[in-house]
């Protein structure tokens, strides 16, 4: 398991960091700075300098089969480095801060439009949610205001814990219908955008909704009887 340095200051950009495992599936050290892959946002990439200078590129990061166990995917062919050794681990943080900003903007989309969410997805370019929502409920000029007057207000993102104990008996907390909150470690993570929005979630935010810039609704459209998908972009 790792130290996430990431779930603490999402904006630490690098650490050094010793590695702990090797195998197929990618490396683990005994801290780090990215994020991997999962409840909608992308696993984060850049790159591991090693003792020597050189630097090998970090393709993927994913989950592994632990809690807390992360994986860092280098690309094919490229020798890993040996277990025990030192290495300089550097974000690609212009990629990293976009998924922070649309990945706190889906926070406030939660609170714009009252509906459950049955999915989501954060790309470096727009991020989207699905509802469970009629069409004629869904007014694009409404919601890309309600998102800019939340994001003008500038508020607060903190996180706090709560045991699964607490998180069972405010079952309102959570507003995903796919996803599932983490549980069995004994503590949830809840992500809390002052007097807008709060909910389980693992991803990297920033601390301020006026980070996050004027937002833009791209495109709302049907993807079955049940979702709707609201889909937003940085304003141009």
Request: aromatic letters at 6%; hydrophobic letters at 40%.
């Amino acid at each position: 398991m790792s130290a996430l340095l990431f779930r603490e200051d999402a904006y630490l950009q690098s650490c050094t960091a010793s590695v702990t495992a090797v195998d197929v599936r990618g490396i683990q050290f005994d801290r780090t700075v990215f994020y991997p892959n999962g409840g909608g946002q992308p696993g984060d990439v850049g790159s591991l300098q090693r003792e020597d200078g050189s630097n090998l590129a970090i393709v993927n990061t994913i989950k592994g089969d632990a809690p807390d166990e992360v994986l860092h995917v280098l690309a094919d062919g490229v020798e890993q480095p040996a277990v025990g050794e030192t290495v300089r681990l550097q974000l690609d943080w212009d990629r990293r801060y976009a998924h922070m900003r649309y990945h706190t903007a889906l926070h406030l989309l939660c609170a714009v439009v009252a509906a459950p969410v049955t999915g989501g997805q954060v790309a470096q370019d727009k991020a989207r949610l699905d509802f469970a929502v009629d069409m004629d409920a869904l007014n694009k000029d409404a919601i890309e205001t309600g998102l800019n007057a939340f994001v003008a207000a500038g508020h607060a993102v903190d996180q706090r814990w709560i045991s699964d104990a607490e998180l069972d008996a405010q079952p309102e907390l959570i507003k995903t219908m796919s996803v599932s909150p983490p549980r069995g470690a004994g503590e949830v993570r809840l992500i809390e955008v002052a007097g807008t929005d709060l909910q389980p979630c693992g991803g990297t935010h920033v601390c301020n909704t006026a980070e996050i810039g004027r937002l833009v609704v791209q495109k709302i459209k049907s993807e079955g009887k049940q979702n709707k998908r609201v889909i937003i972009a940085f304003a141009a």
